[in-house]
């Protein structure tokens, strides 16, 4: 089970920190991802973190504003946003994944963030 946390509503320009905890078994061999929802569009990538944290991977609309991370030992993925923007708006959504696949095989339940300009 993965549980995010750590949306709200901030001011474009500002900061977020996501958290998502996994329980039931443990993720610290999975490659872990962030994806985000808006209203009224597709589900898109956004960042991703190799199973020791070695390799992160960003989409192109957040390089350079989010962080990935991971903290195996306490089994829970970050997701640092700062320079907020409207367009990030979104609901966000943690994900796991053998690194043996190509497809995401847990996901949370989502957190939204809201960025008002």
């Known amino acids: 089970q993965l549980v995010e946390s750590g949306g709200g509503l901030v001011q474009a320009g500002g900061s977020l920190r996501l958290s998502c905890a996994a329980s039931?078994?443990?993720?610290?061999?999975?490659?872990m991802g962030w994806f985000r929802q808006a209203p009224g569009k597709e589900r898109e990538f956004v960042a991703a973190i190799s199973w020791n944290g070695g390799s992160t991977y960003y989409a192109d609309p957040v390089k350079g504003r989010f962080t990935i991370s991971r903290d195996n030992a306490k089994n829970t993925v970050y997701l640092r946003m700062n320079s907020l923007k409207p367009e990030d708006t979104a609901v966000y959504y943690c994900?796991?994944?053998?690194?043996?696949?190509?497809?995401?095989?847990?996901w949370g339940q989502g957190t939204q963030v809201t960025v008002s300009s």
């Open positions: 039931g078994r443990t993720f610290s061999r999975y490659v």
């Open positions: 994900a796991a994944r053998s690194q043996y696949v190509n497809d995401y095989e847990y």
